[in-house]
């Protein structure tokens, strides 16, 4: 038996040998070996994660790269980015003296054990955004300095989100001698651990329990010999699960009871026998911990309480042992291979060995040990306000526990954790808030920490038990309105949320800024305000609050609301307050504020067609919900970016965006419905009509008049019905939407359903009906500010004037809708229309009038990849002699040797220098996404550098696709 590599001698029972691993440890070294990339390692806790990349550090493959790495651990701090700095501190022997910017600087206050290799700490910036850019520009540059080295961050699934941000932001555009390798646990992983490496892994591992004959080789390795019996490797299998921490464990007892006679390559019955003990590696971790002198037993525990890897004189004022007994005992404990000394001090060697020892303290003592723990920690600087609320709770000093992890929930909100800070507020409101003025305190601030979280499934329940209690006026306002804005976020009893903002209306007298919120989201989502005149009134009335208000920012972040309700309605002043925003922010995100506010105006711009203004508006607010470091923020603007796309016909790499957003969008049912809209398109175009409607009718069926997600969901659904041939299913889905418009308010996002709905009325001989909706729409065209309803209004006239026996008619809206979406870069539209013409002019027997408009449809629909349009215009084209591109057959398009479009147009602006983050914001995809278009353009082009690209574009002028621009760009 031997120990793990690096590690004491005789702390552990090992297997020399990496056992069923072999495949796995490859994809890790050639991941390492070519940087810059990601590896990551996931699999459940005693898989054999820490174990694999132990054998990549020593792999003679990698011995001129440097690792450096980090932990991440349970309890987790206000304090961010632990695990990174962890990685920086070990680097401290290869860091170039003199040769780091002044920007490292500002991790001088980070790493005080690096102070003389860092620059001197620059002068504070005054914006905590801008200080934490700083900092990760500062962290980027320090690793970068230490080249070649992998990064290695372990147990990512106990991450905080400071690192997280970390990790996006230098993920975005890696350092080209940088490797990256995380591990977390499977089933205990956030999505948005999931979701960091994305495109830019180079290997991904999934470790899957080892099998009968892998246990059998372990088992073998572990005791130096050349096999066990397959009863043994059997019976051992089924007993720990394939689990290579808990064979391991069963061998070490196995060992410690003396029954590892072999006879043969046999074990004797005697030994199988031996091994009916309970199966959870608990009972292993027990026993052995049993056989320990009482010092070394009050050590181990007290390392278990503190619940991550300890310092000595913090385990000796837990366990309160002398000096010698520390020693001799951590020692003992060592010997035995329950703990291990490494870095950030002494710890179990495995978190399933803390958690054994620590439910096996009985309870006084237990609570006793956390006593003495929350007193040490207390002592500690900085203050470890995480920790400390710990130990007081489970020392059953609640009211203490209480108090301070609302502390710490301060501390993590000031630094924008609002995850962290959620859950501590939580936790307390749901444990140790009885007294209904600290309920509604910590309710409140709960309130406002969700409004940025990602997941608050469970919270509006809890904030509505504290509504029932007696709670002062403000209070009880700021709390209305509070729920009232997480109701409208999870789309959840509307309306509820509609009185409690108009009576939280009531209650805020005094506060202005909350008055004004309130009444926007009242505007934007009140069923009583049934005219657009008055959800106006609302509208001004709040932005006639501004001036008592008095802070710049708000005033940005509701200029915004009240913009992008503007743009929703059609009302032409949307332009005016955008104009304030822009002048206030310098055309800059600043500020989540900021970001918010472009974020608002740029997404209901992109639904009724100022594309334009979309895409630059959506740029700024990506910009700068990433550079707040704002989570929740980011995926919604993203959201809106797949939208925007799906409506310009920007279709390459959209699927697997929209493929990617659902884990980023847990508990915001409103972008999950625009991600299924857009998703149930793409999926029409591919011709998967049942994921279609699988994907659509959720969305159709909630018939929101002024949901944009309803109105693309209720288009798309209609053409699925009447391609299934279902009249009577599309025609269900035109009532029920046309009834849901209400007399008085017609919505400029209706317009974007408007030429199905018609499309579908005609089919089923209600033409009459068509041409009233037609001329409702008309009449509700005038004064507003809609740029696709002129489009949309000519595409559905020609569906009338084709049902009114006038093809030729007919023709010329189709046309003329296409010259307007040409305008708007609305390809699909225009495509769809030209098809429509094309049909309208056989009709009209004037077929040699067909080419030009059916050639760009076709040519739009296969470079878009819509196989299932471009299957049915070809069929037309081929009884008139139009030629037809040729058929791709399953799964999405491919371009062989030559580049895409995207890929092109990737590789063009990072030979300009741009980093994959400025192509990521100019292109309005994710930075990983520019990363895949970027490495398989340069691997076309054989080329290994930015820098050859420009030298090599110019003479790749073969492009995948139409070498043409589509007719309409």
Request: net charge neutral; charged share 25%.
């Amino acid at each position: 038996m031997t120990a793990l590599p690096g590690s004491p001698a005789g702390t552990r029972v090992v297997s020399p040998a990496l056992v069923g691993r072999s495949h796995e440890l490859e994809l890790l070294v050639s991941a390492v070996a070519t940087p810059p990339g990601v590896a990551v390692v996931e699999g459940e806790a005693g898989i054999g994660k820490t174990r694999l990349i132990a054998e990549l550090r020593g792999h003679p493959r990698l011995a001129g790269r440097r690792f450096a790495g980090g932990y991440c651990h349970p309890i987790r701090e206000p304090f961010p980015l632990g695990p990174v700095l962890e990685a920086a501190r070990s680097l401290r022997e290869h860091l170039p003296p003199d040769r780091l910017s002044p920007v490292a600087g500002a991790l001088q206050p980070l790493l005080p054990e690096l102070a003389d290799r860092l620059p001197p700490r620059p002068e504070p910036l005054g914006n905590r955004v801008a200080e934490r850019h700083r900092v990760f520009r500062g962290l980027v540059e320090l690793l970068e300095s230490a080249s070649p080295v992998t990064v290695v961050l372990e147990d990512l699934h106990w991450a905080d989100e400071h690192t997280l941000d970390f990790l996006r932001y230098l993920l975005r555009d890696p350092p080209g001698s940088l490797s990256l390798v995380i591990t977390f646990r499977s089933e205990e992983v956030d999505p948005a651990v999931r979701a960091l490496p994305a495109t830019a892994t180079r290997a991904h591992v999934v470790l899957p329990p080892l099998d009968l004959h892998q246990t059998g080789q372990l088992a073998a390795a572990i005791v130096s010999t050349e096999c066990v019996s397959d009863d043994f490797a059997a019976y051992l299998c089924e007993r720990t699960g394939g689990l290579p921490f808990a064979i391991e464990e069963v061998m070490a007892l196995l060992q410690e009871r003396g029954v590892m006679a072999l006879r043969g390559h046999r074990w004797p019955r005697r030994t199988l026998d031996e091994l009916a003990v309970p199966t959870a590696v608990r009972d292993h971790v027990l026993e052995r911990a049993g056989r320990l002198p009482a010092p070394a037993r009050s050590m181990m525990e007290a390392v278990a309480v503190l619940q991550h890897p300890a310092p000595e004189d913090l385990i000796a004022a837990v366990s309160r042992r002398s000096p010698a007994e520390l020693a001799s005992g951590l020692s003992q404990a060592m010997e035995f291979g329950l703990l291990v000394d490494g870095s950030d001090g002494m710890g179990f060697r495995h978190a399933l060995a803390a958690q054994a020892v620590y439910h096996d303290i009985p309870g006084p003592r237990r609570r006793e040990l956390h006593n003495r723990a929350a007193a040490a920690v207390r002592e500690r600087a900085p203050e470890l306000l995480g920790q400390l609320a710990h130990h007081l709770r489970h020392a059953g000093r609640l009211d203490e526990w209480a108090a301070t992890a609302e502390r710490a929930a301060d501390q993590a909100d000031a630094l924008g954790n609002y995850d962290e800070a959620g859950r501590l507020l939580e936790d307390i409101l749901r444990h140790r808030a009885a007294d209904p003025a600290v309920a509604g305190r910590v309710a409140v601030k709960l309130g406002w920490a969700a409004i940025e979280m990602v997941r608050i499934a469970q919270l509006p329940e809890l904030l509505s038990q504290v509504l029932e209690l007696d709670l002062p006026r403000p209070v009880r306002g700021e709390l209305r309105y509070l729920l009232g804005a997480l109701l409208d976020r999870t789309s959840l009893e509307p309306a509820r949320m509609d009185r409690l903002l108009r009576h939280a209306i009531q209650d805020l007298d005094d506060r202005p800024d909350l008055r004004a919120r309130a009444m926007v989201a009242l505007a934007m989502r009140g069923s009583a305000p049934d005219s657009f005149a008055r959800r106006k009134q609302l509208l001004d009335r709040a932005l006639a609050t501004l001036p008592a208000i008095g802070d710049p920012a708000f005033e940005v972040f509701l200029l915004g609301k009240v913009a992008g309700m503007l743009v929703d309605m059609g009302d032409q002043q949307w332009r005016e307050l955008l104009d304030r925003i822009e002048t206030q922010t310098g055309g800059e995100a600043r500020h989540r504020y900021h970001a918010n506010a472009y974020s608002s105006v740029g997404a209901t711009a992109s639904f009724v067609g100022h594309h334009q203004s979309a895409a630059r508006l959506l740029k700024t607010a990506l910009v700068g919900a990433g550079g707040c470091g704002n989570r929740r923020l980011e995926a919604t603007v993203r959201t809106s970016l797949a939208v925007l796309d799906y409506c310009r016909g920007a279709w390459d790499g959209l699927a697997e965006e929209v493929a990617a957003l659902p884990e980023e969008l847990t508990d915001h049912p409103r972008c999950l419905q625009l991600v299924d809209a857009v998703a149930g398109g793409l999926a029409l175009a591919r011709g998967d009509l049942a994921a279609s409607a699988g994907r659509l009718a959720p969305v159709a069926d909630r018939m929101e008049a002024s949901s944009f997600s309803v109105a693309l969901a209720v288009a798309t659904l209609v053409r699925v019905e009447l391609a299934r041939g279902d009249l009577g299913a599309a025609l269900t889905a035109t009532d029920r939407y046309l009834a849901g418009q209400g007399p008085d308010m017609l919505w400029p996002v209706s317009f974007r359903a408007l030429p199905w709905l018609v499309e579908a009325l005609t089919a089923a001989g209600s033409v009459a009906q068509a041409r009233t909706v037609v001329f409702r729409h008309a009449r509700g065209l005038r004064g507003i500010a809609a740029p696709l309803a002129p489009a949309a209004l000519r595409h559905a006239q020609g569906f009338v004037a084709a049902a009114d026996g006038a093809p030729d008619r007919a023709a010329g809206y189709f046309l003329a809708a296409a010259l307007r979406y040409d305008r708007l870069h609305s390809r699909y539209e225009a495509a769809q229309a030209r098809e429509h013409a094309a049909r309208a002019l056989v009709a009209a027997g004037q077929p040699e009038r067909v080419a030009e408009p059916l050639a760009a449809a076709l040519a739009t629909y296969e470079r878009l990849g819509a196989r299932w349009d471009l299957a049915r215009a070809a069929r037309i084209a081929r009884l008139h002699g139009v030629s037809v591109p040729a058929r791709h057959r399953g799964g999405h398009r491919g371009y062989g040797t030559a580049l895409s479009p995207r890929e092109r147009e990737v590789a063009e602006l990072a030979a300009t220098g741009r980093t994959n983050k400025e192509i990521a914001a100019e292109l309005f995809l994710s930075a990983e996404t520019v990363k895949k278009h970027l490495q398989a353009g340069m691997r076309k082009l054989g080329v290994q550098s930015r820098a050859a690209l420009a030298h090599r574009l110019p003479h790749a002028t073969e492009v995948a696709g139409v070498s043409s621009t589509p007719f309409g760009e």
